[in-house]
């Protein structure tokens, strides 16, 4: 080898080493920068002696993308869950629901001892007050951590246009790379997707040049060549308990996310299903079912404790084939239960609602929370006589066999002919008067004292009642009718509606509604245990959603770990990198320092 070919060549050496050692600085530098993909330097034959390579597991990258989509979900459904838990309190205390209906309960209990004693009476109205302001701030809290929620979509919608913009720009600044792009432009490209698959579940295709198209699970595109869509969420907070969503625009009461741009019109992407999981689709979940659940589960505590004190069960009497039952005094909202088995010995089960309001029927079998039921309403302004052809036309639709007629004293009269059999027909019918209608009375009522039905007219009664249930203001106003309940009226002392109250909180069956998810079916609780099954699966939810948190943290933690170990700066491994590179260094320094010793004998010759 010659000199000036040796010259050449340790010349080069040293350039590339010191290139390599540039890397490695940088590498070092960026350490603690998650953000950062390990490089290093490879040498080749070409004119430039080397490029600049990322060290990236895009595989281990991808798994990481998917499952930061789900951590996203599980963290924003824990959060919700975790405001819940506080509003609910520790079990046992005093501020607790429970402890709210005990200190009602022993006050009733209390008052059955002297029922016209007015200290006693004033306790339990006080006491009384207690468990509907406990419901009412309850439901108000509930709706507050629902507006949070609202407001959150928001931001995170925001949060996602963010980084679809940036993505935007990254696109246009790597589709000038040449083939060639800055490993910098890449990790911030792949920052921004981090971001992005965080807040929606997404499909992400990178290109050769280091561009990224990316779409939602759905096929709906959210950046492509052409630049990124845009998405808009708008706000309906403060929301109430009557918010809810819905995918026509004229019937939806909260917001929704829409994806709009390049000449592809709006797409409400809720409606599509595009948010399955990711932080965007933990939030959604939260506001339109788990806080939508936990006030349904108010709801029916608080329509429970009302009609357990104010609704009358009635049985029909038996007549030849069937049944008549009295329908007087039937309100907006009562129900009546019919069961029968047809021709064939299957048996049925027929709900059928007082309903005066004519645009929300045909009501949906979802009404009730027993899968085996079946839904009709029925208005019953005109009596049995106005009410029978439409009631056996929606009968007929189940199944032929049965008869509706007008029975003895205007009665409704439900009957079957040849092999078939009306098994039972009863209703339960609403005290809307502190005398006058027997033991039953409206303790409890909606607002401007109106008595709660379970009315379906113009909008479900029961929605939000939780957060307008009061004590009658009737009865505070003459606290007497808790024991006197005739006209003219009986004796003060007497305990006997005292006795029946407490009977009916301890032995009234009440349903829970189809929204509320406590897993009872078509069973019946009494009021008791209607608010400890409903603290007990709110416990169960709070729990379950908090250990899912928890796992999937471990596998977005064990994927990170992964992902670190080969895109990750390791500093020993910088260290002994650096060691090599000062040897080859100094070898190169070395041969360049022998070279010039070399032509320096050579010029004094």
Do not use: C
């Not at 104010?310 to 009497?317: H, I, L, Y």
């Not at 027929?350 to 899968?371: F, G, N, Q």
């Not at 079957?416 to 409206?442: I, M, N, Q, Y």
């Not at 829970?512 to 169960?540: E, M, R, W, Y």
Request: aromatic content about 4%.
């Amino acid at each position: 080898m010659g000199l000036f070919s040796a010259l050449g060549t340790s010349t080069e050496g040293l350039r590339r080493t010191h290139n390599a050692l540039d890397l490695i600085s940088q590498n070092v530098a960026n350490a603690n920068n998650p953000s950062y993909v390990r490089r290093t330097y490879v040498s080749d034959a070409g004119p430039t002696g080397g490029a600049v390579r990322r060290e990236l597991e895009s595989y281990i990258q991808r798994q990481m993308w998917r499952e930061s989509s789900s951590s996203g979900y599980w963290a924003s459904q824990s959060d919700v869950t975790g405001q819940l838990d506080q509003l609910y309190g520790l079990p046992g205390s005093k501020s607790s629901l429970s402890a709210s209906y005990d200190s009602f309960y022993s006050a009733l209990q209390t008052l059955r001892s002297d029922p016209s004693s007015t200290t006693q009476q004033s306790v339990l109205l006080s006491n009384a007050k207690i468990l509907a302001s406990k419901i009412n701030a309850l439901s108000d809290n509930i709706q507050s951590i629902r507006s949070g929620v609202e407001e959150a979509i928001g931001a995170a919608t925001i949060e996602a246009n963010q980084a679809l913009s940036k993505l935007t720009d990254l696109n246009k600044r790597l589709g000038l790379s040449g083939g060639t792009p800055d490993p910098t432009l890449l990790d911030q490209r792949d920052e921004a997707l981090a971001s992005l698959s965080s807040l929606l579940d997404v499909n992400i295709t990178i290109a050769s040049d280091g561009t990224a198209t990316v779409s939602t699970t759905n096929g709906n595109t959210l950046l492509d060549a052409t630049g990124a869509r845009t998405l808009s969420f708008d706000s309906r907070a403060p929301l109430a308990a009557t918010s809810s969503y819905n995918a026509l625009s004229t019937k939806r009461s909260v917001g929704t996310i829409t994806l709009s741009g390049n000449g592809s019109g709006t797409i409400d992407l809720i409606a599509a299903g595009a948010f399955k999981t990711g932080r965007l689709g933990g939030l959604i979940d939260a506001r339109d079912r788990t806080l939508v659940a936990a006030q349904a589960q108010l709801d029916d505590i608080a329509a429970g404790l009302a009609s357990a004190l104010s609704d009358t069960d009635r049985s029909g009497t038996a007549v030849a084939g069937g049944f008549d039952l009295d329908v007087n005094g039937l309100q907006s909202g009562n129900r009546i239960k019919l069961t029968y088995r047809d021709s064939s010995g299957v048996d049925h089960k027929v709900t059928i609602v007082r309903v005066e309001d004519p645009s929300v029927l045909p009501l949906a079998d979802s009404l009730t929370s027993d899968p085996d039921d079946k839904v009709i309403g029925i208005s019953f302004a005109g009596g049995v006589a106005g009410a029978q052809a439409g009631l056996q036309s929606a009968l007929n639709a189940i199944g032929p066999g049965l008869t509706v007629a007008s029975g003895t004293g205007g009665a409704l009269r439900i009957t079957a002919s040849g092999s078939a059999s009306v098994t039972s027909l009863s209703a339960r019918v609403t005290a809307t008067g502190l005398t006058g209608a027997g033991t039953a009375l409206p303790f409890f009522v909606d607002e401007n004292g109106a008595p709660f039905t379970d009315s379906l007219d113009s909008s479900p009664q029961r929605v939000g009642f939780a957060n307008r249930i009061q004590v009658n203001p009737a009865l505070l106003a003459n606290s007497s009718n808790l024991s006197i309940y005739q006209s003219p009226a009986n004796s003060a002392a007497d305990p006997t509606r005292i006795n029946d109250l407490l009977n009916r909180l301890d032995r009234t069956g009440l349903e829970s509604s189809a929204n509320a998810n406590l897993g009872l079916g078509g069973t019946t609780i009494p009021i008791s245990q209607l608010i400890k099954q409903t603290l007990q699966t709110q416990a169960n939810d709070i729990q379950r959603v908090a250990s899912l948190n928890e796992t999937q943290k471990t596998v977005q933690a064990s994927l990170e770990r992964r992902f670190s170990s080969v895109s990750g700066v390791q500093l020993d491994q910088e260290l002994s990198d650096m060691t090599q590179l000062q040897n080859i260094y100094t070898a190169n320094a070395r041969v360049l320092s022998a070279v010039k010793d070399m032509f320096d004998v050579l010029m004094r010759m």
